[in-house]
Every structure is written in C-alpha cells, then in structure tokens.
C-alpha cells in the first residue's frame, strides 16, 4: 500500500484530485503476487492509504457495538444485576475494544463526537433510559459517576506518551519510538490550502495543557506520579444513591409530554383518491403514500400548521 498524495502547484497549493504518480511494485513472495489495498488491518488497527481515521473509527464502533449487543440480555436488562457490577462489566467489556489503540490516535472533532454518542447511548441503555426521556449528557455522567470519553482517551495518550519517553533512559540511549516522536522536520511546509489538520503531537501539547502539566520531560520519568497526574480526569465516581428514582422521574416526565397529543399523520388528513395517490393541498400535484409525507411538510406548512400535522 503506497500512501496517498496530493500534488502541489508552484504556489504550494494542493491541486486538488491529482495525485502524485506511484510506480507499480510487482512484490512476488512464494510465487504469489501482492496487490495493492487501500487499507489493511496491522495488529487489530487500520491503516489507511489516505491517512484517514475514518475506516478505525468504523471498525471500532461496530466491534464494540458487537460486544455491548452480547450482553445486552444477559447483563444490561438484568435487574438482579447491580448498577455498579454493569458498569465494571461496561468498562472492561466494552470500552477496551472501543479505544483500542486510541494512544495514538488524532482525531477530529466529529470523530470524536461519534464516539461520544456512542458511549453515552451505552450508559443510557444500561441505566435504563432514552433520547425522548431528555436527559442531558453532563446528568448521565454526574448520576452514573462515569468519566467523559474524551479524558479516557486523553489519559491513553499520555499514558504511552509517558511511556515512550522513559524508553532507554538508563542506557542514556535514545530509542527509537523517542527518536520518532521528539523529530522535527523544519523544512516542511504545510500546503496552503490542505486546512489545518491536527497531529499526534499537536493532540498530545492540548492534553499537557488542558491537564495542567507545565514540566513533563520530568515527570514522565516517576512513572507512579505521572499515573496519578493523568488519571486523576477520569477516576470513576459513585453511583448516585438515588439513581433509580431520578430516572423514574425522567420517564414521568416524558410520559407527561406525551399524554393528551395526538399527532396527526398527512395521510389522515389528506383525501385518498380512487388510484391510491394523495394531491398536495398546496400545489396539487400528486403522490403515492410513501412520498407524500415530506412533500406536504415543505410544501405546505400553513396547511400542516392548521392540521396539527408535526413538522
């Protein structure tokens, strides 16, 4: 696999849809040829030829999906179970394979996001509520004394961050993960136009400075220290003593909502003509059922104001 670059013109601005030219490799090991891929797994992670975290992220999420859905009977709609055992169960069953080499990750800002929605619609499910019950994110953490994902993978970060720079210290020797992670390339230019893309080590000086952490070149070196330094973000708090309660209250007040609101669908209150269509009040032009539905609600929306049709 030969990774993916963009030309650039005299002005050092990607020329966009043109790629750099690749020679063909014709690799042959015991008579077989390999092709060329545009990702491929290397020790449970992917890599991709345009450097996107896009396929990792894809393939974390279904596989931790696929963890969370095995003990969705046996464990998260069990009541016998205590809140606090499925939580543990949570974070040793679910989350490893969900941040699965997250230590090395730079991700943006709607990655991360996916992930979050994720992890919270794990808690949700597990302390037994939903999106229409409406209750916000920063309660679900507070009650369930669950730690934000995105400090989980900031401490993994700086977990290996920390360990990587301890490499053969005694030895006076610099390592080669070192070598690879403090080098710099003064020459290099980002393109003008490629946007601003965030690397590891960009990632990694945010994580320093959002946990305070002014002189890590000696604190990496006590290795006890610098785990409380970074853990402290993400230390599981206690349950709520009263969590059942709030969520019981949660679902009453969602069921208060929806007491006494009928919503009326278009096709009750549009005429049905004798060929199976519906004519739209406003244009009168005519659909099947399936498509009737969105065109009335952008089309006439006096109409469905009226109608108390849900927009």
């Not at 859905?69 to 490893?96: D, G, H, M, Q, T």
């Not at 049905?272 to 009040?281: D, M, S």
Request: hydrophobic share 35%.
């Amino acid at each position: 696999m030969s990774l993916k670059q963009l030309e650039v013109d005299a002005q050092n601005r990607i020329v966009k849809g043109q790629e750099v030219d690749v020679p063909n490799f014709d690799i042959v090991i015991r008579n077989e040829n390999i092709e060329s891929v545009e990702h491929f797994s290397y020790l449970g992670c992917i890599v991709s030829r345009d450097q996107s975290m896009d396929k990792e992220i894809e393939t974390r999420l279904s596989k931790a999906s696929t963890a969370f859905n095995l003990l969705r009977n046996i464990i998260w709609y069990r009541k016998s179970v205590s809140f606090e055992a499925k939580f543990r169960i949570f974070r040793a069953c679910v989350l490893p394979v969900l941040l699965y080499g997250s230590e090395v990750w730079a991700l943006s800002v709607a990655q991360e996001r996916r992930l979050n929605s994720f992890y919270m619609k794990c808690l949700r499910t597990i302390i037994g509520v939903n999106l229409g019950d409406r209750m916000a994110n920063n309660t679900l953490l507070e009650i369930t004394g669950q730690p934000h994902v995105e400090n989980i993978m900031r401490r993994n970060r700086l977990r290996w961050f920390g360990h990587a720079n301890r490499l053969n210290k005694e030895d006076n020797e610099p390592s080669l993960v070192r070598k690879i992670m403090f080098s710099y390339y003064p020459n290099v230019k980002h393109p003008r136009n490629g946007g601003i893309k965030k690397r590891w080590e960009d990632k990694i000086n945010d994580d320093l400075a959002k946990c305070q952490i002014h002189n890590w070149r000696r604190d990496t070196l006590f290795r006890d220290k610098w785990r409380e330094m970074i853990n402290k973000p993400v230390l599981v708090k206690p349950i709520h003593n009263n969590i059942d309660n709030i969520v019981q209250e949660y679902k009453n007040m969602a069921v208060k909502r929806r007491v006494g609101v009928h919503q009326v669908k278009v096709t009750e209150a549009l005429k049905q003509n004798p060929n199976n269509t519906y004519t739209c009040p406003k244009c009168t032009k005519s659909f099947k059922p399936q498509g009737v539905t969105n065109h009335v609600r952008s089309c006439a929306k006096e109409w469905c104001i009226q109608n108390k049709i849900r927009m």
